[in-house]
């Protein structure tokens, strides 16, 4: 589950009213996120093993009270301050769920972006695009805005290996704009780290840097995506001024800041679909601060092949609403409860699945549920999903306890019997029993222990990179065991 923190005044301010923290604790249970942690930058500090800090540092953090909340993993809404408190105010019934609208492009040149596909096919073939206007940062938003950025680079982008997201000053560069992939010599310019330096590097050396320079080490983890490629993907203006090297990092003249009052959004990707769900993520996260809030200006995608003649299209941001439906029957069966049709229906406007309303053709089933998706709900796929958030618009405190209808009685299986007998016969005998995961990276099954690399069962999209391949042997879990465990005194 990704945890996010956000300052406790700042998020009650985004909700407009305040809470004990019991209150707020009691709010996050129903509302189906967990506060995992109330804490401040200075106690954090204090009671970190790792980040070792002189009483003078200690004293100048923060005492502002931070909330760490645990959210689902595919609740990408709810990965910064905006999103948890929109979802509240509108699961506290304080507002409607905002309508997102697509504008009509005010630029043509800026509202176009060409693909140039025979190069960019072998590295990161895909790209959307979108355009915020007249946006108003502060330091908060802006601070919001690259820590929503983060957030999904973690998450629903796979560490930046699936899509990568840039943000630029529109202002700064000037369209139309090309995707292109270069040769890594051939790429110039200032990259973002070196701003203040104005410190110009090509493609191959700024990997070098990157992976040996210690002020650069949260780029390093990157550096292994394209590194070894022979094109390196680039997004450029229409004067070759570099706007960003993905999936590393972005040009220092494009930069965002507090004065930014247009931005351009690119995303590139290996997967279309997952580059689709983060934009329209950071489209509805951060377009109620432009100057007509919830919209986003179109950009229009366009693929060329070597004659220069487009072979694919697509406007993109999506933004897409769709309909789902549900068994009224089903979705009671599923929580326990007995709720009647139209009464469910308004249940989903505090979950953000509104308008609803019951079809006028009754299923096998009875009557069936219709609900309106957002752009930002990408995690409902299945009326199972609609039938959970109902169930915490209804609320968790609300279902009545009941006794199961059949009555069982529980028993080890006789295999999982023995293996009980003889780990408890084993442990007295002095032996301490290790449990280590079935996947680890192939370095440490195969060259971290001096083994050549053979075939192994490996994973075709590993979560990490500790997490590549089945071991073939039983070492490298023993191994590490024993290096987290030398203080101990067994």
């Given at each position: 589950?990704?945890?996010?923190?956000?300052?406790?005044?700042?998020l009650?301010?985004?909700?407009?009213?305040?809470?004990?923290?019991?209150?707020?604790?009691?709010?996050?249970?129903?509302?189906?996120?967990?506060l995992?942690?109330i804490?401040?930058?200075?106690?954090?500090?204090?009671?970190?093993?790792?980040?070792?800090?002189?009483?003078?540092?200690?004293?100048?953090?923060?005492?502002?009270?931070i909330y760490?909340?645990?959210?689902?993993?595919n609740?990408?809404?709810?990965?910064?301050?905006?999103?948890?408190?929109?979802?509240?105010r509108?699961?506290?019934g304080e507002?409607?769920?905002?309508?997102y609208?697509i504008l009509?492009?005010?630029d043509?040149?800026s509202?176009?972006?060409?693909?140039?596909?025979?190069?960019t096919?072998?590295?990161?073939?895909?790209?959307?695009?979108?355009?915020?206007?007249d946006v108003t940062f502060?330091?908060?938003?802006?601070?919001?805005?690259?820590?929503?950025?983060?957030?999904?680079?973690?998450?629903?982008?796979r560490?930046r290996?699936?899509?990568?997201?840039?943000?630029?000053?529109?202002?700064?560069v000037?369209?139309?704009?090309?995707?292109d992939?270069?040769?890594?010599?051939?790429i110039?310019?200032?990259?973002?780290?070196h701003?203040?330096?104005?410190?110009?590097?090509?493609?191959?050396s700024?990997m070098?840097?990157y992976?040996?320079d210690?002020?650069?080490?949260?780029?390093?983890?990157?550096?292994?995506?394209i590194?070894?490629?022979p094109?390196y993907?680039v997004?450029?203006d229409?004067?070759?001024?570099?706007?960003?090297?993905?999936?590393?990092?972005?040009?220092?003249?494009?930069?965002?800041?507090?004065?930014?009052?247009s931005v351009?959004?690119?995303?590139?990707?290996?997967?279309?679909t997952?580059?689709?769900?983060?934009?329209d993520?950071v489209?509805?996260m951060?377009s109620?601060?432009?100057?007509?809030?919830?919209?986003?200006?179109?950009?229009?995608?366009?693929?060329?092949?070597?004659?220069?003649?487009?072979?694919?299209?697509?406007?993109?941001?999506q933004?897409y609403t769709?309909?789902e439906?549900?068994?009224?029957?089903?979705?009671?069966?599923?929580i326990g409860?007995?709720?009647?049709?139209?009464?469910?229906?308004?249940?989903c406007?505090?979950?953000?699945?509104?308008?609803?309303r019951i079809?006028?053709?009754?299923g096998e089933?009875g009557?069936?549920?219709e609900v309106?998706?957002p752009?930002?709900?990408?995690?409902?796929?299945?009326?199972?999903?609609?039938?959970?958030?109902?169930?915490?618009?209804y609320?968790y405190?609300?279902?009545?306890?009941t006794?199961?209808q059949t009555?069982?009685?529980?028993g080890?299986?006789?295999?999982?019997?023995?293996?009980?007998?003889?780990?408890?016969e084993?442990?007295?005998a002095?032996y301490?029993?290790?449990?280590?995961h079935g996947?680890?990276?192939?370095?440490?099954n195969?060259?971290a222990l001096?083994?050549?690399?053979?075939?192994a069962?490996?994973?075709?999209?590993?979560?990490?990179?500790?997490?590549?391949?089945?071991?073939t042997?039983?070492?490298?879990?023993?191994?590490k065991?024993?290096?987290?465990?030398?203080?101990?005194?067994?």
């Amino acid at each position: 589950m990704p945890t996010v923190s956000v300052e406790r005044a700042a998020l009650f301010a985004h909700i407009g009213r305040t809470f004990t923290d019991e209150e707020f604790d009691e709010l996050c249970f129903e509302f189906g996120v967990e506060l995992d942690e109330i804490t401040s930058e200075r106690e954090e500090a204090t009671k970190s093993s790792t980040v070792k800090l002189n009483k003078q540092q200690i004293a100048a953090l923060s005492e502002e009270v931070i909330y760490k909340i645990d959210v689902p993993a595919n609740r990408y809404d709810l990965l910064c301050i905006e999103g948890i408190s929109r979802s509240l105010r509108v699961f506290l019934g304080e507002m409607d769920a905002p309508t997102y609208e697509i504008l009509k492009a005010t630029d043509e040149k800026s509202s176009t972006m060409t693909v140039i596909q025979s190069s960019t096919a072998t590295i990161r073939p895909f790209v959307v695009c979108a355009i915020l206007r007249d946006v108003t940062f502060d330091t908060a938003r802006y601070k919001s805005f690259i820590e929503l950025q983060d957030q999904l680079h973690r998450n629903l982008c796979r560490q930046r290996t699936l899509v990568a997201i840039g943000t630029h000053d529109l202002d700064s560069v000037k369209g139309p704009f090309v995707y292109d992939a270069r040769a890594p010599k051939d790429i110039k310019f200032v990259p973002l780290t070196h701003t203040d330096e104005e410190r110009e590097f090509n493609g191959a050396s700024l990997m070098e840097h990157y992976e040996t320079d210690a002020s650069c080490k949260h780029l390093k983890p990157y550096v292994p995506i394209i590194k070894d490629s022979p094109l390196y993907p680039v997004v450029l203006d229409s004067e070759e001024t570099i706007l960003s090297l993905p999936p590393i990092i972005n040009g220092s003249k494009s930069r965002i800041t507090l004065n930014t009052k247009s931005v351009f959004i690119e995303c590139t990707a290996t997967d279309l679909t997952k580059a689709n769900i983060v934009l329209d993520t950071v489209v509805a996260m951060f377009s109620e601060y432009a100057a007509t809030p919830f919209s986003v200006e179109p950009v229009t995608v366009s693929y060329v092949n070597d004659a220069n003649k487009v072979v694919k299209s697509y406007v993109t941001p999506q933004m897409y609403t769709r309909k789902e439906t549900a068994s009224v029957k089903f979705v009671n069966s599923l929580i326990g409860i007995d709720v009647d049709p139209e009464p469910m229906a308004q249940l989903c406007n505090k979950i953000q699945l509104g308008p609803a309303r019951i079809l006028p053709e009754a299923g096998e089933d009875g009557p069936i549920l219709e609900v309106t998706v957002p752009p930002t709900r990408s995690d409902i796929l299945h009326a199972v999903d609609i039938a959970e958030d109902i169930g915490i618009s209804y609320g968790y405190n609300n279902i009545v306890k009941t006794v199961p209808q059949t009555c069982t009685v529980g028993g080890e299986q006789p295999l999982n019997q023995l293996g009980d007998l003889l780990r408890e016969e084993i442990g007295r005998a002095g032996y301490v029993e290790v449990l280590t995961h079935g996947l680890c990276s192939i370095n440490d099954n195969f060259t971290a222990l001096g083994r050549p690399i053979t075939e192994a069962v490996s994973l075709s999209n590993p979560a990490n990179v500790e997490y590549q391949v089945v071991r073939t042997t039983l070492l490298p879990g023993l191994l590490k065991t024993l290096q987290h465990n030398k203080s101990m005194s067994f």
